[in-house]
């Protein structure tokens, strides 16, 4: 939903929640408008920390936070003992973001992070290439990738070309892109053999199966010349958050009242034309105390967006993602989920199953030592520095 939609939706049928939009730029603008007309506005996709309640009460994300999954990234860090990361993020409020919070993450384990790379959403190949080599002339070898599926799939085949995809490097994707693996392109995947990357945890039901099977055979049915994908879990999200907000609904009732409209002045913008829901305050604390088992699993509200539960940690592989372990809150890396109580808060190689990780020549088993650095006066040639 754009901005000019929602305004028009908000001022001329006084709808009592906006869901939507896709992006957290896009959300970004409607932030405003939510808090305005006092408006619920429930983001499903929209991930940035720079978006939350803090900042109007009247966000819902539920879906959760990029900042949750920190701990996860640093905790796989520390479990093979990587002490400096470069954190390569697309310039925008969703990859700019989580960048103090994945630095807060490694300062407490005590990795370094010496510097950040930071790609416009325009870039081209031979600015994205750039930015490559300049990183080929540095001394660290360890990248977490914060970046849009659609630009991070071309940052990896540009990586596989310029030789940066074979045994010396390390790269782990957010989910950002982990949670559309399934989506990429094959040549895609190619480039990306070996990486690790983290995503939500979404556990198995009856519920889930039954939902999948009637949505793929409907996708079939009104696209039958296109290759089915996998549903993400941003498509998980949205089918809980409108089950979500209809018992929200149901909960608040008297939904139908109108808006209380302001004095009109001269010279008002559309904005100051708007009116306030009545409702608007306990359609929010409704929905804030909405408790379910979800598609994605369960659904709970805390401090305004999703609670965060398990993350799944993957290996690529062939045509797509092995699974290698977990991590929760209180338990720290594991190779199963499990309900034991465990207490012990654990970060170890150990915890996880065996890295499969791309060579030039093919692949091999377990993350190998660095190999010797490329030449900087080669890098340099390439760079057209002298």
């Known amino acids: ?10 001022k001329n049928k006084e709808i009592k929640a906006i869901i939507g939009p896709l992006t957290s730029a896009q959300a970004e603008f409607m932030v405003d408008l939510g808090d305005k007309a006092q408006v619920p506005v429930l983001f499903f996709s929209a991930t940035s920390p720079l978006l939350s309640s803090v900042r109007s009460p009247y966000i819902v994300r539920t879906a959760q936070n990029d900042s949750s999954q920190v701990k996860a990234i640093a905790a796989v860090v520390r479990a093979f003992g990587w002490r400096e990361v470069v954190p390569i993020c697309i310039a925008s409020i969703y990859g700019n973001g989580v960048i103090p919070f994945l630095a807060d993450a490694f300062q407490e384990i005590d990795v370094n992070v010496p510097y950040r790379i930071v790609i416009p959403t325009s870039a081209s190949d ?25 630009l991070g799939s071309r940052l990896f085949l540009k990586a596989k070309e310029v030789g940066m995809m074979t045994e010396g490097y390390v790269w782990i994707t957010t989910d950002g892109m982990t949670n559309l693996l399934d989506s990429m392109d094959p040549s895609v995947i190619d480039s990306m053999q070996g990486v690790l990357g983290v995503k939500p945890y979404v556990p198995k039901s ?10 793929k055979r409907k996708f079939l049915q009104e696209n039958p010349s296109v290759e089915i994908a996998e549903l993400s879990i941003f498509g998980l999200w949205a089918y809980d958050t409108v089950q979500a907000l209809a ?30 829901s009545p409702t608007g305050p306990k359609l929010l604390d409704a929905i804030s105390k909405i408790k379910f088992k979800g598609l994605s699993g369960e ?13 799944k940690i993957v290996n690529v592989v ?16 594991s190779r199963e989920l499990s309900n034991s109580g465990q207490k012990i808060y654990s970060t170890t190689m150990a915890d996880l199953k065996p890295v499969i990780v791309a060579k030039s020549c093919g692949i091999t088993r377990d993350w190998p030592d660095f190999s010797p650095l490329l ?11 002298l």
């Open 299 to 311: 659904f709970q509200l805390l401090n305004g967006q999703l609670k965060s539960w398990a993350f």
């Open 375 to 385: 030449a900087v006066q080669d890098i340099q040639d390439r760079l057209g520095f």
């Open 318 to 333: 062939g045509k797509g993602e092995r699974e290698i372990g977990f991590w929760t809150p209180g338990s720290g890396l």
């Open 126 to 150: 031979e600015q994205i290439v750039g930015e490559l080599y300049k990183l080929m002339t540095m001394q660290t070898r360890v990248f977490v990738v914060h970046m849009t599926a659609s």
């Open 206 to 215: 009856k519920k889930l199966d039954n939902f999948t099977t009637r949505w």
């Open 1 to 10: 939903m754009s901005v000019d939609t929602a305004l028009d939706l908000l």
């Open 247 to 276: 018992m929200a609904v149901e909960r608040a009732g008297t939904i139908n009242s109108h808006f209380q409209k302001p004095e009109i002045i001269a010279n008002s913008t559309d904005l100051d034309t708007m009116g306030v």
